[in-house]
């Protein structure tokens, strides 16, 4: 097992990228929780978490609430790791509707060690804490915590909501369902990693450095 390093850094330049995306994060209180089962191993839905070539082919209303063509920055420090990705600046598009003057907060992807996903996307300030919890070999909760400015959501805060449960996981939780059925097959042997840092629209390089935490975890060969 890893053990904490109080001398070494955890949380690396992660809060200073919140803070510029969402400097009222500290004030913003949870609405509203979501949770569902998938039939895949916990690793399998942080993989997916970790890259986004996916996401074109598969995120398509997504795709309309920011711009991922060679402009997402991702970087990785401690036990965190984090992409910025610009908004389209679509106000009527497929997944959540944004009156004029609602984009007041930009568009933040992270990752905390070994479990927390904090999500911030463009529109109304609000912070998405996902969190991935183990439910055994082939199971895992998945959990949504909404924190908004006030204790009722909004119109436009409800229709984040909304969008992020009825479209956006579904859709994410059924590739990682796919991922490990194909676990299984009997064709599998070990893939390959796309590693390109100047492209990290088409890369896994966090994909890789996630298992790697994985792994030497599970040897003790690295402490946090």
Not at 112 to 137: E, N
Not at 151 to 179: K, R
Not at 185 to 202: A, H, M, P, T
Request: with cysteine.
């Amino acid at each position: 097992m890893r053990t904490l390093n109080p001398s070494r850094p955890r949380a690396g330049k992660l809060l200073a990228y919140i803070m510029a995306v969402c400097p009222e994060v500290d004030s913003l209180m949870r609405v509203t929780r979501l949770e569902r089962r998938v039939a895949a191993n916990w690793k399998v839905v942080i993989d997916n978490n970790h890259e986004c070539y996916h996401c074109a082919v598969n995120h398509q209303s997504l795709m309309e609430v920011v711009d991922y063509a060679h402009q997402a920055v991702w970087s990785d420090d401690g036990i965190t790791f984090s992409h910025g990705v610009d908004g389209n600046g679509e106000l009527n598009q497929a997944a959540y509707i944004l009156s004029a003057g609602a984009g007041e907060q930009g568009s933040l992807f992270s990752f905390i060690w070994p479990t927390t996903i904090p999500l911030f996307f463009p529109g109304p300030v609000c912070l998405v804490l996902m969190q991935v919890i183990p439910a055994g070999p082939e199971a895992t909760t998945v959990r949504h915590d909404f924190y908004f400015r006030n204790t009722t959501p909004d119109t436009q805060e409800q229709a984040l909501v909304d969008w992020i449960d009825d479209v956006l996981v579904p859709e994410d939780m059924g590739l990682c369902e796919q991922v490990q059925r194909g676990l299984h097959s009997r064709g599998y042997r070990q893939g390959k990693f796309v590693i390109n840092r100047e492209d990290c629209s088409y890369s896994e390089h966090h994909v890789h450095w996630f298992q790697r935490f994985v792994h030497d975890a599970v040897i003790g060969r690295r402490s946090v």
